[in-house]
């Protein structure tokens, strides 16, 4: 069966979900147990035993097995996943990001308690490359489903088509996750030269000095400047943007309809300025268009997103004072246009 276009999303992206390994390990528990509506027999479990270097452990059907998740040892500490049957114990310690730092002592106590006449198999499941913890065997999910693309032919024919789209889904969802999403590995290459290293860490100091003295004038507006009596009981809310070097300092106008006016306070490098909304957009844009056109203030414009931007704010730097009888002035000007609901305590 083709893998999905690298381009589309696979559910368990739409979910949230890939990098979840509680999630990883119950999609597998299911799999790996032949007896399951999957279809697909003992294939995930063989294909699992073949990238572990236990492909010939029988040649017969995998049959009376038992998948359990999260199995408690005797000091509480959990494993995985166990599967037996009368012939196999297979202990398994799942990895997506994290590093196999788990009791594996007390998971080889708890698996030789349970081994009697069994062959015991341990296997360290993981994303990318690991090294061998004692006698556990190391196997990337890049193996188990190379193994399972291999089978996945003579199977279909049983599968159940649903379980089957589901089992491809996530061997797309891991593979995407193996070869990564995140920092591209030529920023990466440019900041372990160490030329570039310290200039890296003195700019996020900067950014960081001046988020936080941002935030330090927001503060300072919030507490030395009341707002003006037509809004009281409301209260300022803050709300760093985590797309765009800016804090906002945000308050809500609560309308009677249910619907509410929002004024944004916007702190960047280049200025203050100050944007209002309608909430929920974009069903109170046009109310919203409303309300300004009809107030004596001028000065502001439409931008995207049914957002109203109210221009001549000071530069960064700018007097805190100045800001704040500004921005009562609007929400004076605001108020007495608006039938606010009145506010709950």
């Not at 003579?154 to 593979?175: E, G, M």
């Not at 193996?178 to 030329?195: A, R, Y």
């Not at 308050?251 to 960047?268: A, I, R, S």
């Not at 002035?329 to 305590?345: Q, R, T, Y």
Request: aromatic content about 8%; hydrophobic content about 40%; overall charge negative.
């Amino acid at each position: 069966m083709p893998a999905a276009p690298a381009t589309q999303r696979t559910f368990l992206e739409i979910a949230g979900f890939p990098h979840y390994e509680n999630v990883c390990s119950n999609i597998l528990a299911f799999y790996l147990d032949p007896a399951e509506a999957h279809g697909l027999g003992d294939l995930v479990l063989r294909a699992l035993l073949a990238a572990a270097g236990h492909e010939t452990v029988s040649s017969n059907p995998l049959t009376g097995v038992e998948v359990n998740r999260e199995v408690p040892t005797a000091n509480s500490k959990r494993l995985d996943l166990v599967i037996k049957n009368d012939d196999l114990l297979i202990g398994i310690e799942n990895k997506i990001y994290a590093a196999p730092y788990n009791p594996f002592t007390e998971y080889e106590s708890y698996l030789a308690g349970e081994q009697g006449s069994r062959t015991l198999v341990r296997i360290l499941l993981s994303l990318y490359p690991t090294a061998s913890v004692g006698g556990w065997v190391p196997v990337r999910y890049a193996q188990l489903f190379d193994q399972i693309l291999a089978g996945l032919e003579a199977c279909v024919p049983t599968a159940d088509p649903k379980y089957l789209i589901f089992l491809t889904d996530f061997i797309n969802s891991l593979r995407k996750l193996e070869k990564g999403t995140g920092m591209d590995k030529s920023f990466i290459d440019f900041i372990n030269q160490s030329d570039n290293k310290k200039g890296v860490l003195q700019l996020c100091k900067a950014v960081k000095d001046l988020r936080n003295d941002m935030r330090s004038h927001l503060e300072t507006l919030a507490r030395d400047w009341p707002l003006p009596d037509c809004a009281k009981g409301l209260k300022w809310q803050f709300w760093p943007d985590p797309d765009s070097l800016a804090d906002v300092l945000f308050l809500h106008l609560p309308l009677k309809t249910g619907n509410k006016l929002v004024l944004d306070l916007v702190l960047e490098p280049s200025g203050w300025r100050l944007d209002i909304r309608g909430e929920p957009r974009p069903a109170m844009t046009a109310t919203a268009r409303g309300i300004l056109e009809n107030l004596a203030i001028t000065g502001w414009k439409e931008v995207s997103d049914g957002r109203f931007l109210l221009a001549n704010f000071p530069g960064y730097g700018g007097d805190l004072g100045l800001i704040s009888q500004a921005m009562n002035g609007w929400i004076e000007a605001l108020c007495g246009s608006l039938v606010l609901a009145p506010v709950s305590k």
